[in-house]
């Protein structure tokens, strides 16, 4: 389970080598050779059954980041793209973060800083289960957000952060227009990840 999470941050390949090694251990003791030494042989194909999957688990992950942050340099081309100090609206702030533009020098620009905990704080945890009243306060903050954003960058997979309803994809699609830095496909009524300028 650990190994195929709805979303993965690369910090979980610390938390996940423990539970692998548990998970190889009970079949590893079950199996070790007791009376019989022939119970050598299913240990052995046990253990390396898991050591392949494990390791295709690891480099299916490793191409997935690799795909998704192939573009792990972005600070010279949103040197380019942004000017220094403008208001950058973004679902990952990881990316001005990295690229020099996380602290802005206008005022009125929006103090959201962490998407996905401003989601859980505003629906008690629920998310995409959350009320119908509870989307619309988030599909408000992210709509006056928008609003007073000259730039937004999104990273791919923005749904998991963004409640994308028809009437707020509407209006990005309306007043943004994708600049550069794209990291990613978008989905139905979910914009691609990118940098985007209002129009």
Not at 69 to 95: E, F
Not at 124 to 130: C, E, S, V, Y
Not at 142 to 163: K, N
Request: charged share 15%; glycine share 10%.
């Amino acid at each position: 389970m650990l190994l195929w999470p709805y979303g993965y941050f690369t910090h979980y390949g610390a938390v996940a080598g423990p539970f692998i090694a548990l998970v190889l251990a009970l079949p590893a003791g079950l199996l070790r050779p007791a009376e019989h030494r022939l119970q050598i042989v299913p240990l052995l194909a046990v253990c390396a059954i898991a050591v392949v999957v494990v390791a295709a688990l690891g480099l299916r992950q490793f191409a997935t980041e690799t795909r998704l942050h192939g573009w792990t340099r972005p600070a010279a081309r949103a040197d380019r793209l942004i000017p220094p100090g403008a208001c950058v609206l973004t679902n990952d702030s990881s990316l001005t973060v990295s690229a020099g533009r996380f602290v802005p020098a206008t005022p009125g620009c929006s103090a959201m800083v962490d998407a996905y905990g401003t989601l859980l704080a505003m629906t008690d945890g629920r998310k995409l289960l959350a009320s119908p009243r509870e989307v619309r306060s988030v599909t408000a903050l992210w709509s006056a957000d928008f609003a007073r954003a000259p730039y937004v960058w999104l990273e791919t997979g923005s749904q998991g952060q963004i409640p994308w309803t028809a009437s707020l994809y509407d209006y990005f699609a309306d007043h943004f227009r994708l600049l550069g830095l794209v990291n990613g496909p978008g989905a139905h009524d979910v914009p691609k990840g990118g940098l985007y300028v209002r129009r």
